[in-house]
Structure formats: C-alpha cells, structure tokens
C-alpha cells in the first residue's frame, strides 16, 4: 500500500520529515496543505487543523495513518516519534536497552516525598483542537479535582508556546519545580516522561506514552503509583522514535512494519 505524505502548511520541519518518511518508504508526498486524502495510508508531521482533519477522516474511514512529532523528551531537536494510528506509543513492547542507552540519561529512584502538585500543559492549540477547551479552563479543573482531596500547593507550568523547543520540560520554571513536585498532572505532555525519569510520579488525564507509568485518577493524588519497569519501558519509547536519516533509509519504516 502506498504511503502519501501530508505536510502542513508553514511547517518546513513538516516537509523536511514528510520527503524523508517518504523516501524510506516508497511513497508519495502531497501538495502542502493539501486538504484531501489521496488513496492509500497517510503520514503526518505536527498537530495542526490541517492534519487534524485529515487524521479524522482516516479514522473514520479505517484508514492506516502514521503520526509523527517531537521526541519522548530525550533526544529531542535529533529524534522524532513515529506511531501508526495513534498520537504517541504507549511504552509496550520488548525492545532491550542499547538504544535507550545512547541518550545517557540516569534514571533516579522513586521519590516519594515532594510537597507541591505540579501541573504541567500543553500549548493552547492543543487544548482547542484535541479538547475543544482552552488552557484555563483545562487547569482550573484539575485544579478543582486535586484541591478537593488534597491541601498541597499546586504550581502550574504553562508550555512556552514561543520557544523554539516548545515543551514544558524544558521550561526552568518546570525544572525548578520538578525539584519539589509530590506529583506531575499533565494530559499527554512529555512533560511526564521527565518527571518519571526523576523517580516523580505522574498522572495523564488521557491514555498517552506515560499512562503505563502512573495513574489517571486525581482522587488518588496522595496516594500515587510507583510501578516497577520505568527502564523497559523507556527502552521501548527509544525503539520508536527515529533520526531524519533513519526515516530516509528506511529504518524506521522497517520497524513499523515489525520488519527490523
């Protein structure tokens, strides 16, 4: 089945990884901002109206889709993650360690001591196209669900949607934070991945890479999960997220095929 590449409109990195995917693949690229799906599976790069449409049509066609967006925190700017229909891998699989171990990131025991609640969100494009909310609205309810079961400060760490790495866990605000956080909140941020690799526990309000990790139940806040396995499991989040060469020459083609 031929694989037709979308890029969006304004989004050089769009068509840079779209050429490249393509190239691995043996598939085709689109016009950019092309809003009609041509036969075949499709490719996306980045969260926009554009490929938000498309990935709806996908679904509600049956349709096989690939998303691709910025690396599980470690690697990123270098390495980005690929998922056949779905956003984000959810940690599963048996990939071993080598991989992982490029990255030389130290993963801290579980703390289990920390006195703030820290919230940490994603930019407001997300909340309007994924949720249909804005931001605000988006905290003040986790705000409401934990203060309602806890008396702990609750910090909020907004993403610095101008910065050019546009994530909250590079925000020193969020590190800062971290230093001192009981918990993380977020909705699917990468923002949980640091906190996990920190030994600090996390709760996704929706199913995301984190999810395996923590929990999602805000009335549990004082008492939040600490399962075993976060090695593996970023082991696994590492097999599938790949360079730009590695989407040219097909590796990560491969791997989606579960031919490598």
């Not at 349709?63 to 990123?76: L, S």
């Not at 309810?141 to 309602?148: L, P, Q, T």
């Not at 909020?156 to 909140?185: I, R, T």
Request: positive net charge; glycine residues 10%; aromatic residues 12%.
């Amino acid at each position: 089945m031929t694989v037709v590449c979308y890029p969006s409109v304004g989004k050089r990195k769009a068509l840079k990884l779209s050429c490249a995917f393509a190239e691995g693949c043996g598939g085709e690229i689109a016009g950019t901002g092309e809003t009609k799906l041509r036969l075949g599976a499709a490719f996306f790069y980045g969260m926009t109206e554009h490929t938000l449409r498309l990935i709806g049509q996908c679904r509600r066609e049956g349709r096989e889709w690939y998303y691709a967006d910025n690396a599980y925190y470690f690697g990123r700017g270098d390495y980005f993650r690929v998922s056949k229909d779905r956003f984000q891998h959810d940690g599963s699989g048996n990939a071993g360690p080598a991989r992982f171990a490029q990255f030389d990131v130290n993963v801290r025991p579980w703390r289990r001591s920390g006195s703030a609640v820290l919230i940490a969100t994603q930019s407001e494009l997300f909340y309007r196209l994924m949720l249909g909310i804005d931001r605000r609205a988006w905290v003040a309810e986790r705000v409401a669900e934990i203060s309602a079961v806890s008396d702990r400060p609750i910090r909020v760490c907004h993403k610095p949607d101008s910065s050019e790495l546009g994530n909250a866990p590079y925000a020193p605000a969020f590190e800062a934070s971290l230093a001192d956080a009981w918990a993380v909140v977020t909705h699917s941020s990468s923002a949980a991945v640091k906190a996990l690799i920190e030994g600090v526990p996390v709760f996704c309000t929706a199913p995301c890479m984190a999810s395996r990790m923590g929990g999602n139940d805000l009335t549990r806040i004082e008492t939040p999960a600490f399962p075993e396995g976060r090695e593996p499991w970023l082991w696994n989040l590492a097999a599938n997220q790949w360079t730009g060469e590695e989407m040219r020459d097909g590796t990560c083609w491969r791997a989606l095929c579960g031919l490598g």
